[in-house]
T-cell receptor, first 110, second 115 residues
Framework: RKEVEQDPGPFNVPEGATVAFNCTYSNSASQSFFWYRQDCRKEPKLLMSVYSSGNEDGRFTAQLNRASQYISLLIRDSKLSDSATYLCVAHGQAGTALIFGKGTTLSVSS | SAVISQKPSRDICQRGTSLTIQCQVDSQVTMMFWYRQQPGQSLTLIATANQGSEATYESGFVIDKFPISRPNLTFSTLTVSNMSPEDSSIYLC????????????FGPGTRLLVL
């Protein structure tokens, strides 16, 4: 079983749609979680951290359910510029590397 | 956040040769890592670059194939040795402060094509 699993998509949605991505992680000792965004032929860039209490940044909302080892990302009012691959990331012990999911591809069309 | 640069940005190499990739961070960082991303795949950790000591390699990666240096807190190199076409990939350097600040930032990557 892979450590971080995501639905690869692609998710094809019209502008203005709301779209949700889900992710599960296998290591219950994971302590920190993130969503990264990767545009085609670019490096991953941090989108947001994920907390148990949930956090919101504009149109983006991330949730963490430790009991179910489940992470989600909700994008409201999708824009064309949201088209990218979204990587779910878990982090274990302090000072160790990030564990990446394979990514979920989003394509927003007009 | 840290700004990370990598050189070269891309290269085309012949089978059997070696390429050294440089990673420079604009500030001192505790942790530096090297990842590989093959076409259509997610990132796979190669190793953790430890300052002043040998790198820590992940399963499937060995020092003879991917020697790593980290002479100080802002710089690291990854060498891809005795290359084969299977080594064609994007190689990414990342850096973070660790110690509870787990956010990591990535360099722009080095695109390697081995013929």
């Amino acid at each position: 079983r892979k450590e971080v699993e995501q639905d690869p998509g692609p998710f094809n949605v019209p502008e203005g749609a709301t779209v949700a991505f889900n992710c599960t992680y296998s290591n219950s000792a994971s302590q920190s979680f993130f969503w990264y965004r990767q545009d085609c032929r670019k490096e991953p860039k941090l989108l947001m951290s994920v907390y148990s209490s949930g956090n919101e940044d504009g149109r983006f909302t991330a949730q963490l359910n430790r009991a179910s080892q489940y992470i989600s990302l909700l994008i409201r009012d999708s824009k064309l510029s949201d088209s990218a691959t979204y990587l779910c990331v878990a982090h274990g012990q302090a000072g160790t590397a990030l564990i990446f999911g394979k990514g979920t591809t989003l394509s927003v069309s007009s | 956040s840290a700004v990370i640069s990598q050189k070269p940005s891309r290269d085309i190499c012949q089978r059997g040769t070696s390429l050294t990739i440089q990673c420079q961070v604009d500030s001192q960082v505790t942790m530096m890592f090297w990842y590989r991303q093959q076409p259509g795949q997610s990132l796979t950790l190669i190793a953790t670059a430890n300052q002043g000591s040998e790198a820590t390699y992940e399963s499937g990666f060995v020092i003879d194939k991917f020697p790593i240096s980290r002479p100080n807190l802002t710089f690291s190199t990854l060498t891809v040795s005795n290359m084969s076409p299977e080594d064609s990939s994007i190689y990414l350097c990342s850096a973070g402060q660790g110690g509870g600040q787990e956010t990591q930032y990535f360099g722009p990557g080095t695109r390697l094509l081995v013929l």
